[in-house]
T-cell receptor, first 118, second 116 residues
Framework: GAGVSQSPSNKVTEKGKDVELRCDPI?????LYWYRQSLGQGLEFLIY????????KSGLPSDRFSAERTGGSVSTLTIQRTQQEDSAVYLC????????????????FGPGTRLLVL | AQTVTQSQPEMSVQEAETVTLSCTYD???????LFWYKQPPSRQMILVIR??????QNATENRFSVNFQKAAKSFSLKISDSQLGDAAMYFC?????????????FGKGTKLTVNP
């Protein structure tokens, strides 16, 4: 079936503007993750959604970052008042529901959105 | 907090030869999972291989195999019969087995070049 999709593929914005990044997980996957990949920091976890549970927002770098997941499927990552240090590739991943104690979920990644803040 | 270290920023290999990428990690947990992901220029992260810490047997996937040394906290990736399509960034990643979040902790990556 179709993999994880993300849009837009590339986004150029001006400092101070808000941006929205979209992620469509694989159908049936209950878990959804956002990561940020930047030259200086490598790959960093941002936020995690699992079913109807409260999201784990522990990786969000500031209150300018927020994310929501509607209907347990599509997710939107919003960055308000963008700064140049927000320039990075934003990766989304999803994983299927696990079963039992020894969960073996693999995270399947989308192609990412490259964000450039001028 | 767990950390993952990849000490080789860049590696190169001749086509058809074998190359080993290094990864070490730091954790106090006994239950966890380790992964190698490949990221070609297309940016898509692709799972190469995974290892459950409770398994003593090293994982293998076709030309890819790992050397998992739990006591040494080492998890190296061996690529046999290297192909041009293997050229990419390779990331080692750790996931806690007991964490609710199941987030991945990544190393900085190793850029692999395959020479014809």
């Amino acid at each position: 079936g179709a993999g994880v999709s993300q849009s837009p593929s590339n986004k150029v914005t001006e400092k101070g503007k808000d941006v929205e990044l979209r992620c469509d997980p694989i159908s049936g996957h209950t878990a959804l993750y956002w990561y940020r990949q930047s030259l200086g920091q490598g790959l960093e976890f941002l936020i995690y959604f699992q079913g109807n549970s409260a999201p784990d927002k522990s990786g969000l770098p500031s209150d300018r970052f927020s994310a929501e997941r509607t209907g347990g499927s599509v997710s939107t990552l919003t960055i308000q008042r963008t700064q140049q240090e927000d320039s990075a590739v934003y990766l989304c991943a999803s994983s299927p529901p696990g079963g039992g104690f020894r969960t073996k979920e693999t995270q399947y990644f989308g192609p990412g959105t490259r964000l450039l803040v001028l | 907090a767990q950390t993952v270290t990849q000490s080789q920023p860049e590696m190169s290999v001749q086509e058809a030869e074998t190359v080993t990428l290094s990864c070490t990690y730091d954790t106090s947990e006994s239950d966890y999972y380790l992964f190698w992901y490949k990221q070609p220029p297309s940016r898509q992260m692709i799972l190469v291989i995974r290892q459950e810490a409770y398994k003593q047997q090293n994982a293998t996937e076709n030309r890819f195999s790992v050397n998992f040394q739990k006591a040494a906290k080492s998890f190296s990736l061996k690529i046999s019969d290297s192909q041009l399509g293997d050229a990419a960034m390779y990331f080692c990643a750790y996931r806690s087995g007991g964490s609710v979040t199941e987030k991945l902790v990544f190393g900085k990556g190793t850029k692999l070049t395959v020479n014809p």
